[in-house]
């Protein structure tokens, strides 16, 4: 009977560890099960969020392509520099050639009047 008893004894405390050790797996469960529920959620803000700047990365880079052909540089490039250079030099040329063509004139004019004139 003494036998009976300690094995109860042992039954009953074993039992008494298993419930102990059930209660700390079923707090660890619902741990894990609330923790794989708020990375859940984390995940949907983090894509919603990757979403919006992969948006944002398309519009950017849209702008940018549109930037150039909106907003002429602030200054002129080196080739329009040169452009423009040569540009002024052929209308100083220009001037320069106006001014001999009528000086050319005035005196064909002038020798035309003079040859013209025969004194009698």
Same mark, same amino acid.
């Given at each position: ?31 894990? /099960? &609330?923790?794989?529920?708020? *990375?859940? #959620? !984390?995940? $949907?803000?983090?894509?919603?969020? +990757?979403?919006? @700047? ?22 002129? /490039? &080196?080739?329009?520099?040169? *452009?423009? #250079? !040569?540009? $002024?030099?052929?209308?100083?040329? +220009?001037?320069? @050639? ?23």
């Amino acid at each position: 009977m003494e036998a009976c008893r300690q094995i109860q004894l042992e039954r009953d405390t074993f039992a008494e560890i298993l419930k102990g050790e059930r209660a700390t797996w079923q707090q660890r469960m619902n741990q894990m /099960s &609330e923790q794989m529920h708020t *990375l859940r #959620e !984390e995940k $949907e803000c983090i894509m919603n969020r +990757l979403q919006e @700047l992969e948006t944002s990365l398309v519009e950017l880079r849209k702008q940018m392509t549109e930037l150039p052909a909106l907003a002429p540089p602030a200054r002129p /490039s &080196e080739v329009e520099q040169q *452009l423009q #250079e !040569e540009a $002024e030099h052929l209308r100083e040329e +220009l001037e320069s @050639l106006a001014g001999q063509l009528q000086a050319q004139e005035h005196l064909e004019a002038a020798s035309q009047r003079t040859s013209s004139y025969r004194p009698s």
